[in-house]
């Protein structure tokens, strides 16, 4: 959760209209031994847990640690970066263990080999990279 005291509840916000979808990838180091998120997540339990690169509070990659946190238990310790950019050199560069990018920009990194995915956090597999199996199937939880 980023914030826990709002002025509104969820039920209050109304969705006006979908503009696109680019759903995240969870990246990780070429190096990496983990070959899942199922695998990352358990690895992150042992320990002092990950360094997660986000692109500052409230971005995509803060939101999806604290999904992974809180559904599935992960230990993943925040790094803010400024830039989404400079959260996704941080784990090029391993200075962090991970982190998610949208997928348009992470699949040319993937593709080349100077990242490693471990899951996409859409609902289904991204058809530019079918093989990359959704958070939901490599953990084996359902989301409600």
Known sequence: M???NLPYKDGDLVPVAMIGVAPSVIVVPPNSP???LKEFIAASKVGPG???ATAGTGSTPHFVQGVLQTRYGAKLDVVPYKSGSEA??????????ATSEA???ALPYIKSGKLKALANTWTSRIASYPDLATATETTGMRED
């Open 34 to 36: 983990y070959k899942d």
């Open 2 to 4: 980023i914030k826990k």
């Open 50 to 52: 990950f360094h997660w």
């Open 88 to 97: 996704a050199a941080a784990v090029l560069g391993n200075q962090v263990d």
């Open 103 to 105: 997928s348009n920009v």
